[in-house]
């Protein structure tokens, strides 16, 4: 098919119900402590039974993140011959996960737009939106993804990574990362009020790293949306051009440069590298650690601006940008705006990530104020539709977002 | 024996003993999951790409003998990793699994709690080319299900020996990954095409016949994919080394903190790594000896018991299945499952088909040698096929 015809036909997919590989369906206590443990995850809402229980939600809860298990996010249709990597992301949360909820997805194609990039020349920007419901089908979340589509063979010429080598650590740095996961502070039930929180507060800090091999293979796996021997074949003989031959004839596909080297290395790239998806969910971790069991994370938006390969350490530091009532469904909301950055071992700026947490607050009756909506409950309905994460009716102490 | 000196320290006199100490002491690894789950068996199910409804769709189980959706009787590993690297002990040395035995008394369904429990069995000094001197260590592990009923008995066995040792002696160093073909491709397609589930239709004993061979099965190419990825548990805890994954970041800090010994730190970042690595990082293998990433042995298992369950039909129960791990299966490498009918007994009521199975890669070499015992349905005597217990 000529590129024209293939944009033609990206075109008509546009919001059309796309065919997902099945991933989960069910919030299991097992696959919700997993994914904990895959992001480095220690807060004991999202990684302890027992404690989970103890809470107002009355369950272990799955790191809003965690959705990913259920569709991945990954929008990349078409374009077979061009490799993709998420550049963007804007997660929406509406309700927790708790363990036994029956989750499922839609996802939908929302534009493709020529871009070009200094990292690969010309290329695509693929915008996707999956909608995540629960059981009762009710809304769970929103992601809006964007992905960079680029073609490997220019990028092999023009990328700046392609030369990179795993970074060698001195003692002293070693220690300094563990020291940083040592002392890796998490809220829990102690209530984080709206009113205590001022703009310029230190959310914290926390390290990922150095990114091992076994670190990227335990995300990605525990996402789940890998295809496996036959499947891999019948994906090959449906979609022949989306097959990677290496210099053996061996065939694979560009999705699995994350695990290896030689896949990394065709599209541009010295070595592996970490998941989109699995930045992402770092900075949702700082977040939550930050905002206690009695918060709500509202909404997280992630631009990536560099790769995290492997041996890299990501160091990231969050401040409170904002603080403001917004309005929701007739219901105001006491919201904190957190600004996250992420820096490689180099200092060099690697993602930005935005976060809006619903925090508790001394004025409000009700406490806490979002819950999770047992199927006894009232449904919480969410925003108005194109309303944003919510109508800001008042704001104090605002500083500039960065 | 001991002329190696690496090997000696790792491998030392005094581990053994104390090792051997622990022989017949049980060990509680809890269960790994608090239940067992639909989500869990259908995606153990993709990674081995084992094509049974049983498996996956309830309305198909719901009119078999077990009434509803089972896991595959190789999910027990799951719950906890049949290899002997539990037991632990001579710190430094690697662990290459090298067989198991397994046998399978009751199904697994949706809902089950299964605990399992461990004991070393074995532990021997052995010799060998790959690496020299090795410790055969042998467990077995016993899984009970919420009512206390015994599902499944298994014995794993690992070599312990030294890494350093296993490269020096170069045994794969001629081995070289293979090219790969579209005839290659369009074979092994022909292959998963042909695969064939008996499913419902029921598999007498009396039409089975010595010598009777089993149509070959297919399970390739190996990517490494299929080995780091291979989420058997939705949260890929037993992605990679089966059972020996720790967790991201700070857990593997915490872990080889407390065990540094078992780290084996990546030379080029100086940081301490998980030794299983060479399961997903093809560098790493090749420290160790092999030639590439190499598969993780129960996957071989798990695929050898497709064959045997394929060929059965749901109406008849693969009771015993056991491997021993003879050439590693490498990233690049496709591996055809085979069986041939060697015995046939009656027991009591049960009718039995003894079975030699094996593996072979496109380089025609056997890499897995083993057996498996089948019951099945009699059509002219009184009969009782075991698995569907509720």
């Given at each position: 098919?000529?590129?024209?015809?293939?944009?033609?036909?990206?075109?008509?997919?546009?919001?059309?119900?796309?065919?997902?590989?099945?991933?989960?369906?069910?919030?299991t206590a097992d696959s919700?402590i997993a994914?904990?443990?895959?992001?480095?995850?220690?807060?004991?809402?999202?990684?302890?039974y027992?404690?989970?229980?103890?809470?107002?939600?009355?369950?272990?809860?799955?790191?809003?993140?965690?959705?990913?298990?259920?569709?991945?996010?990954?929008?990349?249709?078409?374009?077979?011959?061009?490799?993709?990597?998420?550049?963007?992301?804007?997660?929406?949360?509406?309700?927790?996960?708790?363990?036994?909820?029956?989750?499922?997805?839609?996802?939908?194609?929302?534009?493709?737009?020529?871009?070009?990039?200094?990292?690969?020349?010309?290329?695509?920007?693929?915008?996707?939106?999956?909608?995540?419901?629960?059981?009762?089908?009710?809304?769970?979340?929103?992601?809006?993804?964007?992905?960079?589509?680029?073609?490997?063979?220019?990028?092999?010429?023009?990328?700046?990574?392609?030369?990179?080598?795993?970074?060698?650590?001195?003692?002293?740095?070693?220690?300094?990362?563990?020291?940083?996961?040592?002392?890796?502070?998490?809220?829990?039930?102690?209530?984080?009020?709206?009113?205590?929180?001022?703009?310029?507060?230190?959310?914290?800090?926390?390290?990922?790293?150095?990114?091992?091999?076994?670190?990227?293979?335990?995300?990605?796996?525990?996402?789940?949306?890998?295809?496996?021997?036959?499947?891999?074949?019948?994906?090959?003989?449906?979609?022949?051009?989306?097959?990677?031959?290496?210099?053996?004839?061996?065939?694979?596909?560009?999705?699995?440069?994350?695990?290896?080297?030689?896949?990394?290395?065709?599209?541009?790239?010295?070595?592996?590298?970490?998941?989109?998806?699995?930045?992402?969910?770092?900075?949702?971790?700082?977040?939550?650690?930050?905002?206690?069991?009695?918060?709500?994370?509202?909404?997280?938006?992630?631009?990536?601006?560099?790769?995290?390969?492997?041996?890299?350490?990501?160091?990231?530091?969050?401040?409170?940008?904002?603080?403001?009532?917004?309005?929701?469904?007739?219901?105001?909301?006491?919201?904190?705006?957190?600004?996250?950055?992420?820096?490689?071992?180099?200092?060099?700026?690697?993602?930005?990530?935005?976060?809006?947490?619903?925090?508790?607050?001394?004025?409000?009756?009700?406490?806490?104020?979002?819950?999770?909506?047992?199927?006894?409950?009232?449904?919480?309905?969410?925003?108005?539709?194109?309303?944003?994460?919510?109508?800001?009716?008042?704001?104090?102490?605002?500083?500039?977002?960065? | 024996?001991?002329?190696?000196?690496?090997?000696?320290?790792?491998?030392?006199?005094?581990?053994?003993?104390?090792?051997?100490?622990?022989?017949?002491?049980?060990?509680?690894s809890g269960p790994q999951y608090l239940s067992v789950n639909q989500d869990d068996i259908?995606?153990y199910?993709?990674?081995?790409?084992?094509?049974?409804?049983?498996?996956?769709?309830?309305?198909?189980?719901?009119?078999?003998?077990?009434?509803?959706?089972?896991a595959?009787?190789?999910f027990l590993s799951l719950i906890a990793?049949?290899?002997?690297?539990?037991?632990?002990?001579?710190?430094?040395?690697?662990?290459?699994?090298?067989?198991?035995?397994?046998?399978?008394?009751?199904?697994v369904?949706p809902g089950d709690v299964i605990s399992p429990?461990?004991?070393?069995?074995?532990?021997?000094?052995?010799?060998?080319?790959?690496?020299?001197?090795?410790?055969?260590?042998?467990?077995?592990?016993?899984y009970?299900n919420q009512?206390?009923?015994?599902?499944?008995?298994?014995?794993?066995?690992?070599?312990?020996?030294?890494?350093?040792?296993?490269?020096?002696?170069?045994?794969?160093?001629?081995?070289?990954?293979?090219?790969?073909?579209?005839?290659?491709?369009?074979?092994?397609?022909?292959?998963?095409?042909?695969?064939?589930?008996?499913?419902?239709?029921?598999?007498?004993?009396?039409?089975?016949?010595?010598?009777?061979?089993?149509?070959?099965?297919?399970?390739?190419?190996?990517?490494?994919?299929?080995?780091?990825?291979?989420?058997w548990h939705g949260g890929?805890r037993l992605?990679?080394?089966?059972?020996?994954?720790?967790?991201?970041?700070?857990?593997?800090?915490?872990?080889?903190?407390?065990?540094?010994?078992?780290?084996?730190?990546?030379?080029?970042?100086?940081?301490?790594?998980?030794?299983?690595?060479?399961?997903?990082?093809?560098?790493?293998?090749?420290?160790?000896?092999?030639?590439?990433?190499?598969?993780?042995?129960?996957?071989?298992?798990?695929?050898?018991?497709?064959?045997?369950?394929?060929?059965?039909?749901?109406?008849?129960?693969?009771?015993?299945?056991?491997?021993?791990?003879?050439?590693?299966?490498?990233?690049?490498?496709?591996?055809?499952?085979?069986?041939?009918?060697?015995?046939?007994?009656?027991?009591?009521?049960?009718?039995?088909?003894?079975?030699?199975?094996?593996?072979?890669?496109?380089?025609?070499?056997?890499?897995?040698?083993?057996?498996?015992?089948?019951?099945?349905?009699?059509?002219?005597?009184?009969?009782?096929?075991?698995?569907?217990?509720?």
């Open positions: 098919m000529r590129l024209d015809e293939e944009l033609a036909r990206l075109n008509r997919l546009v919001d059309v119900p796309l065919r997902r590989k099945k991933q989960h369906e069910l919030a919700i994914y904990a443990r895959a992001i480095g995850s220690r807060n004991p809402l999202y990684s302890q027992a404690y989970g229980q103890g809470t107002f939600i009355g369950s272990l809860a799955a790191h809003p993140t965690y959705l990913v298990c259920v569709d991945s996010g990954a929008i990349t249709v078409g374009l077979s011959e061009f490799a993709a990597a998420q550049v963007k992301s804007t997660w929406t949360f509406m309700r927790y996960v708790r363990v036994g909820d029956r989750l499922s997805a839609d996802a939908r194609l929302k534009s493709t737009r020529p871009v070009t990039t200094a990292f690969a020349g010309a290329g695509y920007v693929q915008t996707g939106e999956v909608v995540f419901r629960n059981q009762h089908g009710f809304e769970v979340a929103d992601l809006t993804v964007e992905h960079l589509r680029f073609q490997p063979e220019i990028a092999r010429s023009l990328s700046p990574y392609r030369d990179r080598k795993r970074h060698r650590y001195s003692t002293d740095e070693i220690e300094a990362i563990m020291a940083a996961y040592e002392a890796e502070e998490i809220r829990g039930e102690d209530p984080r009020y709206w009113e205590n929180v001022s703009a310029g507060d230190s959310v914290g800090s926390i390290v990922r790293g150095p990114l091992t091999s076994e670190d990227v293979s335990l995300y990605v796996g525990a996402v789940g949306d890998t295809l496996f021997f036959r499947e891999f074949v019948d994906f090959m003989d449906r979609h022949p051009r989306a097959a990677v031959w290496d210099d053996d004839g061996f065939p694979d596909l560009w999705q699995n440069a994350v695990i290896n080297v030689e896949l990394a290395s065709a599209c541009g790239f010295g070595l592996p590298m970490a998941s989109s998806r699995q930045r992402s969910a770092w900075a949702e971790n700082l977040v939550t650690n930050w905002m206690g069991d009695l918060a709500l994370l509202r909404q997280l938006r992630t631009k990536l601006l560099r790769q995290v390969f492997y041996g890299d350490t990501v160091w990231l530091d969050g401040v409170v940008v904002d603080k403001s009532i917004v309005e929701c469904e007739g219901v105001s909301k006491y919201a904190v705006a957190v600004k996250v950055d992420a820096r490689n071992q180099f200092g060099e700026l690697v993602a930005v990530h935005y976060a809006e947490v619903w925090c508790v607050s001394h004025c409000v009756e009700t406490f806490p104020p979002v819950l999770a909506f047992p199927p006894a409950f009232e449904p919480f309905r969410g925003p108005p539709k194109g309303s944003g994460p919510g109508r800001h009716v008042k704001s104090s102490n605002r500083t500039s977002p960065g | 024996m001991g002329s190696d000196p690496v090997n000696a320290l790792v491998i030392s006199d005094a581990e053994i003993d104390r090792i051997k100490d622990r022989i017949g002491a049980w060990y509680k259908r995606l199910v993709e990674s081995t790409s084992d094509s049974n409804p049983l498996y996956v769709d309830e309305r198909y189980a719901r009119e078999t003998r077990f009434g509803g959706l089972i595959p009787n190789t990793h049949y290899t002997a690297t539990q037991i632990g002990g001579f710190p430094g040395a690697h662990s290459f699994h090298a067989g198991n035995r397994l046998e399978f008394y009751r199904s369904r429990s461990y004991r070393p069995y074995i532990v021997e000094e052995k010799s060998g080319s790959f690496a020299g001197r090795m410790i055969l260590v042998d467990m077995e592990i016993l009970r009512r206390d009923e015994l599902v499944g008995k298994a014995h794993g066995h690992v070599f312990r020996l030294s890494r350093e040792s296993a490269r020096g002696n170069g045994k794969y160093r001629s081995v070289r990954r293979s090219k790969f073909t579209s005839e290659d491709l369009d074979r092994i397609k022909a292959a998963y095409a042909a695969e064939k589930v008996r499913g419902d239709v029921p598999r007498f004993w009396e039409d089975v016949q010595i010598g009777d061979t089993l149509a070959p099965i297919v399970r390739g190419p190996l990517r490494l994919a299929e080995v780091a990825l291979r989420s890929g992605v990679g080394a089966g059972g020996a994954v720790l967790g991201a970041h700070y857990y593997q800090f915490e872990e080889y903190q407390k065990r540094s010994s078992f780290a084996e730190a990546d030379d080029r970042t100086g940081v301490a790594d998980n030794p299983h690595r060479g399961h997903w990082e093809d560098d790493f293998a090749r420290k160790i000896g092999v030639p590439g990433a190499y598969d993780i042995a129960v996957q071989r298992t798990a695929w050898l018991a497709s064959l045997l369950t394929n060929w059965a039909g749901d109406a008849g129960w693969m009771k015993t299945i056991w491997a021993n791990f003879v050439r590693f299966n490498v990233t690049g490498d496709t591996t055809w499952a085979e069986a041939e009918v060697v015995g046939k007994e009656v027991r009591g009521r049960e009718h039995h088909v003894e079975l030699d199975v094996w593996t072979t890669n496109q380089r025609s070499e056997r890499s897995t040698i083993g057996g498996g015992v089948v019951v099945l349905p009699s059509r002219e005597r009184d009969f009782t096929v075991p698995g569907g217990n509720f």
